[in-house]
């Protein structure tokens, strides 16, 4: 015979074998959220720096991306561990962490489309990384990375307008003219920013201009290598 004791301290035990077996199954289900917005971020920036012209546009759809992603796996979750983990209070909290990053960037700031590049992988990494102090110190390490990478982006590509002109040894008026051929046909990306209270313009070649240039050095050197040969 099981005593009254032994009966309830039996029961206690089951009872915590399945407390603990649903948080495995939320922190596990939260791994897989944390990891879809990762993915998302970084497609986020890979595509961004394909089609810079259209950053906004690309962050916006990460963000609803997101937002649907989470709910669509959170219901799936549901029948398992018996917890919505993106219930309305989630909500909530990333309508305000979307709503703070805007006011950020366009009331306090009025960030240019580089720096909304730059500002908005590093503000989702931010959580990512705080998060990652909860289920696993790898999303920590993705988070610092993708902060250090997504620094070292925007020091490495477009050229500033003073330093094109150098390098060109053309006018304003006929460096200005050929970038705004440039940007209307898709080639560059051109950034208008203030720095101090000094107008600053920004050109990067976009993805179509990379693969434009290089054809173009193709074309030359086939025609550069015909005319040798007719010699």
């Keep these: 015979m099981i005593d009254s004791y032994e ?16 948080q495995s199954q939320i922190y596990n289900l939260t791994s897989v959220l944390m990891i879809w917005w990762g993915a998302l971020v970084f497609a986020g920036n890979i595509a961004t720096w394909l089609w810079p012209r259209y950053d906004g546009y690309i962050w916006i759809a990460v963000n609803m991306a997101g937002i649907l992603g989470s709910l669509a796996l959170s219901g799936s ?38 720096q909304q590049g730059t500002f908005w992988p590093i503000y989702f990494m931010l959580f990512y990384v705080i998060a ?8 920590v390490a993705i988070g610092v990375g993708i902060v250090v990478l997504t620094l070292i982006g925007p020091t490495s590509v477009g050229l500033e307008f003073s330093k094109l002109k150098k390098l ?3 006018t304003d008026g006929n460096l ?23 107008p600053q313009t920004t050109v990067t070649a976009t993805a ?23 010699k």
């Design 132 to 139: 990652g102090l909860w289920f696993g110190y790898a999303f």
């Design 208 to 230: 179509a201009g990379r693969g434009a240039f290089v054809r173009h050095v193709a074309t030359l050197q086939e025609i550069i290598a015909a005319s040798a040969g007719s």
């Design 168 to 170: 060109t040894g053309a």
């Design 7 to 22: 009966a309830g301290k039996a029961l206690s035990d089951i009872n915590d074998v399945v407390r603990r077996v649903r």
């Design 77 to 114: 979750g549901y029948s398992v561990t018996g917890v919505r983990t993106f219930n309305i209070r989630m909500l909530v909290a990333y309508l305000l962490f979307f709503a703070f990053g805007h006011f950020c960037t366009d009331v306090l700031g009025h960030f240019t489309p580089r």
């Design 176 to 198: 200005g003219a050929h970038i705004e051929t440039l940007s209307k046909a898709g080639y560059v990306a051109v950034e208008k920013a203030f720095v101090g209270k000094k």
